[in-house]
């Protein structure tokens, strides 16, 4: 069941969370890793902290919530609902990473969701803490304008990939992209998430990973994926469709 984030009332805590354990946490995040921890520790000595149920709603599109989020614990997708009500997740966040950084500039979040797709832990720093620190410390603007900059590039490349390669090709690079490099596995992702991330219809993934299977290149079981033939599958991700009159 989906709620709002709980803006209102007083943050707690959550139970074996200390502020060293989040500061240590901060510190971990690309854009503040050149930050010592006293310096994280007082930029964001006044941010919240929150534990967050699955199907909690962050925020949505015609928000500006001029906060920054960091997620610590748990996962979450930004997504934008289609006219007929098709969900089409546009990035998956994992621990570690940061969003809504388009509510620090005024901006709407550009018809976006963001949900939290299993229980998770939260940071979250207002606009002024942020504004602070990309005041004090130019190194941390910059890459938050690198980070920026990379999602709208993966962000294009994937919208690209949606408009003219078919169902299979963009099945083979999400494999090839979510896939361990070393194991050849690919774990946690049912067939109706893995369609709202190539924006395909579930059983239009099935019966694609049936194909696939059945030529060699993966092998399917209940929510685990392995690569059996990762060159082949590799060539399938990269064939170039022709675009659409």
């Not at 803006?7 to 971990?28: C, D, F, M, Q």
């Not at 998430?193 to 092998?219: C, Y």
Request: glycine share 8%; with cysteine.
């Amino acid at each position: 069941m989906k709620s709002v984030f709980p803006w209102k009332g007083k943050p707690r805590l959550p139970k074996k969370e200390t502020p060293g354990t989040i500061v240590e946490h901060l510190k971990r995040v690309d854009v503040l890793k050149d930050l010592t921890h006293d310096e994280v520790e007082t930029l964001f000595h006044g941010m919240v902290v929150r534990d967050c149920t699955q199907g909690t709603v962050f925020f949505m599109p015609e928000d500006s919530t001029e906060r920054l989020f960091v997620l610590k614990t748990g996962h979450a997708d930004l997504y934008r609902l289609t006219a007929g009500g098709k969900r089409l997740v546009t990035r998956h966040l994992e621990p570690g990473v940061i969003f809504g950084e388009l509510g620090l500039m005024g901006q709407s979040m550009q018809g976006c969701f963001a949900e939290a797709t299993e229980d998770s832990l939260v940071c979250i720093a207002t606009k002024d803490d942020v504004l602070g620190l990309l005041r004090d410390r130019p190194a941390v603007a910059l890459r938050l304008l690198e980070a920026m900059g990379n999602r709208l590039k993966a962000l294009e490349q994937r919208m690209e990939l949606l408009a003219f390669s078919p169902v299979k090709v963009r099945l083979a690079n999400f494999i090839v992209s979510n896939a361990d490099v070393t194991t050849g596995m690919m774990v946690g992702y049912t067939h109706e998430e893995i369609g709202d991330m190539i924006g395909a219809l579930r059983q239009t993934v099935t019966e694609a990973l049936g194909e696939m299977e059945r030529q060699g290149l993966i092998q399917v079981e209940h929510k685990r994926l392995m690569i059996r033939d990762r060159a082949g599958l590799e060539r399938l991700a990269s064939e170039v469709a022709t675009p659409r009159e």
